[in-house]
């Protein structure tokens, strides 16, 4: 046994873990990381003697993120109240059943905030024992710690950042819980108050953390670290995505006045500007190194286009699956960590954790040839196609999204979510009435994807090895995007026009991407300015957000900062009550959604009882009493 298996062998028998309600005081660097020992036998001072000790716990913080019971509520706060979807086989899940219907019980297991917590309080051990190390092993450099506390930072603001999105009204925890002696409740803050120190972490992790294509890594130089780990580019991201929240709660506090949300869309809009400057050179570094005649690179933005260089691939541009199958299905032709992802959650051998998520809530196959659905199936409005949709007649991301055929066997009368699950497309054109309309379908389903990417194992387990996205440039984009169209100064709605356009363009059938015909109309497509001509600019953001980000954890926070900027739900549930709720008496779902404070999830029932000093959200005072000891 090496000396850091040794290491990670005495993590695993000496780390002790106090139970603080849902604030977890420490974890460790081993996969039976949850170990209780009575209070006199910490042994923390013992353990940081090393950089393989730093970084056992750094890697702990990142493991901790792509475990179920953190991805799983990614999924549930981002998705389950919103219009990407409903209803698959809930499989006796009351929880799921309750919060797709908008009865929110602070019963319910999806309010527990814990596993957020630990890794947030993972990130503070590390803050606060790290710092030692320089004075034990001269192999730990000051740089080194820099990195180390970059990220820890970034991740603690992150996890603050979701819960916030979430719970609104959350205790902030900015110091490592390691003994009993210390004030084990900590209270809530405003969401003003922990955004912004959320972007006081931000700011201090952006001039410590690596820039994307620094970070060493003997198997994949170019990508895999650079995208699991957080870089320059996550943290800018990040700082992007809570200033639009920042924006919005400031409009929402004035009455729906954004007098003073205008200085968070302006940092918004240049933090945006960096990332995306940023990763033009790297795209274009990405794509010398990769040589790829399947994807060609957007002339203005750093976002893949589909090739028409190749027929095989990409079917003279009537096919353009290539840059969402190099995302979603890793390991595709070598393809794996593409210059679009910013941050992502990398379910790896070495991590231990497979991405059960996608089987267990959206689809799974056993053979690799058909799929079925999972807890959760797509809307019906995203199975539709045409004018009027949110699906235009040429836009793949509908077929590359959602599954409605009559092959799906026995869920037929569902619409299986499919993102993720399947890592080739081809269309059968025989017998199709119209240029328009996509032709029969086939798919390939990643059960033993061999690539390095994806994999579902035939049986019970289903185990799948896509990482998931957190932050992409699409998603950067369409961020500047919505904030130019709320600051709304001169040619800002013509900016954030031309940027939705670039990326509806580029999954549009008929759109020749060649290295010569890059930008050229095709006859076949459906006129993005024809079809869009009444709509404002706000809404083509929102639209296009949701044909992108599909079922990535954004809608439903999408829909909650609409809100908020109105001051109220009512604009809101127009948006997305009737597509959920088809067919039902809507307004028995709405009046639950009536005012801000039911737009966020209820403070746990155990929580509360753990934590005397914790404030319910007045929306569910009165749905269950608590007694408090």
Not at 56 to 80: C, H, K, P
Not at 332 to 359: D, K, R
Not at 562 to 588: C, H, I, P
Request: negative net charge; contains cysteine; hydrophobic residues 35%.
């Amino acid at each position: 046994m090496n000396n850091d298996k040794r290491k990670v062998a005495r993590i695993s028998r000496a780390a002790k873990t106090l139970l603080l309600g849902s604030l977890v005081a420490m974890t460790c660097a081993c996969n039976d990381f949850l170990t209780i020992y009575p209070t006199d036998k910490i042994v923390l001072e013992d353990f940081w003697k090393s950089k393989a000790d730093v970084e056992n716990v750094v890697a702990e913080s990142y493991r901790l993120m792509t475990q179920f019971d953190v991805l799983s509520r990614v999924i549930v706060w981002g998705e389950l109240r919103g219009d990407n979807v409903v209803e698959g086989n809930y499989g006796g899940n009351n929880d799921i059943k309750n919060i797709m219907e908008a009865n929110l019980l602070p019963t319910n297991s999806y309010n527990s905030w814990a596993p957020f917590y630990k890794i947030i309080n993972n990130s503070n051990i590390v803050l606060k024992y790290a710092p030692g190390v320089l004075n034990e092993d001269p192999d730990f450099t000051q740089g080194d710690l820099d990195v180390v506390s970059g990220e820890m930072l970034a991740l603690r603001a992150l996890c603050h950042f979701y819960l916030v999105r979430t719970f609104r009204d959350i205790p902030l925890l900015t110091e490592a819980m390691v003994d009993d002696s210390q004030n084990l409740y900590q209270l809530q803050v405003s969401p003003i108050v922990a955004l912004d120190s959320c972007l006081a972490d931000l700011k201090r992790a952006e001039s410590l953390v690596l820039t994307t294509g620094n970070y060493p890594d003997d198997k994949n130089p170019v990508q895999n670290r650079n995208m699991g780990r957080i870089t320059k580019d996550a943290v800018r991201t990040i700082i992007a995505d809570v200033c639009l929240w920042k924006a919005a709660f400031l409009t929402q506090q004035a009455g729906g006045d954004a007098s003073a949300a205008m200085e968070w869309y302006n940092e918004c809009i240049n933090y945006c500007d960096v990332v995306l400057n940023t990763r033009m050179k790297y795209a274009q570094k990405y794509m010398e190194e990769n040589r790829n005649n399947t994807v060609v690179l957007n002339e203005k933005y750093p976002i893949l286009y589909p090739s028409d260089a190749n027929e095989g691939y990409s079917y003279k541009g009537r096919f353009p699956h290539m840059p969402y199958m190099m995302m979603y299905a890793g390991g595709y032709n070598g393809c794996n960590n593409p210059g679009e992802s910013i941050f992502e959650l990398q379910h790896t051998e070495e991590q231990g954790a497979g991405n059960y998520e996608v089987p267990y809530f959206y689809s799974y196959s056993d053979d690799g040839n058909a799929c079925k659905v999972g807890m959760l199936s797509a809307s019906r409005h995203l199975s539709l196609m045409g004018k009027g949709r949110l699906y235009w007649r040429t836009d793949f991301r509908r077929v590359n999204n959602v599954f409605s055929q009559a092959n799906a066997g026995e869920d037929l009368d569902k619409y299986i979510i499919i993102k993720y699950a399947h890592y080739s497309a081809s269309e059968n054109r025989d017998n199709v009435d119209s240029e328009y309309n996509f032709g029969k379908i086939s798919y390939k389903f990643s059960q033993h994807n061999t690539g390095g990417g994806m994999k579902y194992y035939s049986g019970a387990s289903n185990l799948g090895k896509v990482n998931w996205m957190i932050y992409r440039i699409s998603d950067v984009m369409l961020m500047k995007a919505e904030a130019l169209a709320l600051r709304n100064a001169g040619g800002d709605a013509e900016e954030a026009r031309n940027i939705v356009k670039a990326i509806y363009n580029r999954s549009q059938t008929g759109y020749m991407n060649g290295p010569s015909k890059v930008g050229i109309l095709d006859a076949k497509q459906d006129d993005f300015d024809l079809l869009n001509a009444d709509k404002t600019v706000m809404q083509l953001v929102l639209d296009e957000r949701q044909r992108e980000l599909a079922f990535e954890g954004k809608r439903w926070y999408d829909l909650v900062r609409v809100a908020l900027r109105d001051n109220s739900t009512s604009t809101m549930l127009t948006m997305f009550v009737d597509k959920k709720y088809e067919g039902t008496s809507t307004e028995q779902y709405s009046s639950k959604m009536a005012t801000l404070d039911h737009l966020f999830f209820p403070i746990a029932e155990n929580e509360l009882k753990t934590n005397p000093g914790l404030i319910q959200n007045k929306a569910y005072e009165k749905a269950n009493e608590i007694e408090k000891n």
